[in-house]
C-alpha cells in the first residue's frame, strides 16, 4: 500500500513540474483557458445554484427545531445559517459537487486522448501535453469556482430566508438581523481560500488520472471513479487543514 501511494504521489508531483512550466504560446493558452472557464462556470451554475438553495433551506429548518423552547432568540437563525455556508457548507458541497461533475468529465477528456493516442502524437512533436492539457484546465478552475461558491453562498442564504419567513418561523426583520450579527470578514476570506485550494485539488488530481490512464474502456471508467473519489477524499482532508490552520 505505502509504495503504490508513493509512486503515484511522486508522479503527481512530477506532472504538476511540467504542467507549470511557462507556456510557449500564450494566446493559445489563452483561448483554451477561456473555453474551460465558460465550460465550468456556465455548465455548473445551475446545480450549484440548485443544491445551494436547499442547503440554506434545510440548514433554517433544523435549526429552528433545535432551538424550539429553549431561550435561543430566532434572530440567530439568520446568523448560524449565514455561517454555516460561509465558512463550511458553500465552499465544501460545492467543491464535491463539480469533483464529480466536472472531474469526472476531465478525467475521460484527457484519458480518452490518451487511449486514443493524441497524447503520444503531440508528445512526438514536441509539445508539452502536460502544460497544453491541463493548465488551461487548473487556472479556469481556480478563476471560476471561487466565483460559483459565492455565488452558492449568496444563494444559500436566500434558500434560508425562502424556508423561513414565508413560513411564519420568524420575521422579514429578524432573519435580517440575524444575517447582520457578530459577523466576522474573515470568514469570507477563508471561504475563498477553500475553495481555490479545493478548485486545484479536484482540476489536478482528475487530471491526474485521465493523463496516466492505461487500457480501454473500462480503465478509463476507473479512471474517472478514482477522480471523483480521490479529489473527495483530498477536498475534506484539505478542509481540515485548513480549518485548523486558520482557526487555531
Known sequence: MIKPLLFHTGRYFVMLGSTLRKPSNFRMYWKETVRQMYDIGVGSVTIVVLISVFIGAVSAVQFSY???GTFIPKYYIGYIVRDMTIIELAPTFTGLVLAGKVGSNMASEIGGMRQKEHIDAMEVMGVNTASYLILPKIIAAVVIIPILVSIGAFVSIIGGY????????????????????FFVPFNVVMMLIKALVFAF?????????????????????????????ISDVMILLADYIIVLMLTT
Open 162 to 181: 425562502i424556508a423561513s419567513v414565508p413560513f411564519g418561523d420568524l420575521t422579514n426583520l429578524d432573519y435580517i438581523k440575524g444575517l447582520r450579527s
Open 66 to 68: 433545535q432551538i424550539g
Open 201 to 229: 485539488i479536484l482540476t489536478s488530481v482528475s487530471c491526474y488520472q485521465g493523463y496516466y490512464v492505461e487500457g480501454g474502456s473500462i480503465e478509463l471508467g476507473k479512471a474517472s471513479t478514482n477522480a471523483v473519489v
